[in-house]
């Protein structure tokens, strides 16, 4: 009798151990969509947009891929951001048809074609961190325009998206990352999507005497109805038919300094320094704390503001 009794204890042990694993492996609806951006040109400021087309790629609209535009050196094509460059927040971007404009202070208008043509460019290496692709240097008036603003020689630079990219896969980092081979991206600094939790920043800044904005993080999908940093623990998501794999915790440098309406690092690298605090974990560096996750697209649809978002948890 006791044989039975320990037997059904166990079948019935298995079965909830069973039910609740695939409880946690079902979607589950974790929060909504509040906020979307577009950073078409890498360290300048983004579009706040209602809808964004996510392809294998990054985001889209009406023409422009996220990230796919960078400024770098003349001499030798070394990519330049606002860990540089911080007067670079200041650079705005805007869609015109068939063109885009770029703004600065103090700066007449650049027009360019929004889809610059292989026949119309030279093909030009620019080197992005440890990565070396052929990219579009889009001419010298681009090149005069970013250089009288910087004060530097520059050039723009350009990768269509059917030109060679980075593949988030042979990305070298001191700890393991879950990206496969054909994630794939232009001038992120990992891989081609960012998104994080509005109640995540709502808790940093509590802690800060002077808050930021998510435009500090430059993620492209805000997430609001969570509790702070829950999408950590998400492992797939889905908004509308759009797939994505959580690939790596988003790690966080000096560029969350730049005040995006300024153009300047806070002399008291905030809020860097209080990320440092609270929010570093092994295996990952303590000078680079997690703040939201970083995300490959494996299905791609059209997202919008207000689209509800579920993910499968880890």
């Known amino acids: ?34 906020e979307l951006y577009l950073y078409p040109v890498k360290s300048c400021k983004g579009l706040k947009v209602n809808s964004l087309r996510c392809t294998r790629l990054g985001v889209e609209y009406d023409g422009m891929y996220d990230r796919h535009w960078v400024f770098a050196t003349e001499k030798d094509g070394q990519w330049i951001t606002q860990r540089q460059e911080p007067r670079m927040a200041l650079i705005s971007i805007s869609l015109h048809g068939d063109e885009v404009h770029f703004d600065a ?87 081609a999507y960012m998104m994080l939790s509005q109640s995540g920043l709502d808790e940093l800044n509590n802690r800060l005497a002077e808050p930021v904005t998510c435009l500090n993080f430059r993620s492209n999908i805000i997430v609001k109805g969570c509790p702070p940093y829950d999408e950590d623990e998400w492992d797939v998501i889905k908004i509308r038919k759009a797939k994505f794999r959580n690939i790596d915790a988003c790690t966080r440098c000096i560029l969350t300094t730049v005040d995006p309406f300024k153009g300047e690092k806070s002399k008291d690298e905030e809020p860097l320094k209080t990320l ?30 207000g689209d509800p978002i579920y993910a499968i948890r880890k």
Not at 6 to 24: C, E, I, Q, R, V
């Open 276 to 305: 440092q605090t609270y929010r570093a974990f092994e295996p990952y560096p303590p000078s680079k704390p997690l703040f939201g996750i970083h995300l490959a697209n494996d299905v791609e649809d059209v997202i919008h503001v």
């Open 105 to 191: 202070p103090g700066m007449t208008t650049l027009k360019l074609p929004k889809d610059p043509k292989k026949d119309q460019c030279k093909v030009k290496k620019v080197q992005v961190k440890m990565d070396i692709i052929d990219s579009l240097d889009c001419g010298t008036e681009a090149a005069a325009w970013i250089s009288k603003f910087l004060g530097r020689k520059m050039c723009l630079h350009y990768s269509p998206s059917d030109m060679e990219k980075r593949d988030a896969v042979n990305a070298q980092k001191l700890w393991s990352h879950d990206a496969k081979k054909g994630d794939l991206f232009a001038f992120s600094d990992y891989c």
């Open 1 to 34: 009798m006791d044989n039975i009794l320990l037997a059904l204890a166990g079948t019935s042990f298995f079965k909830y151990a069973a039910y609740m694993y695939m409880s946690k492996r079902s979607y589950q609806c974790v929060g909504t969509v509040s």
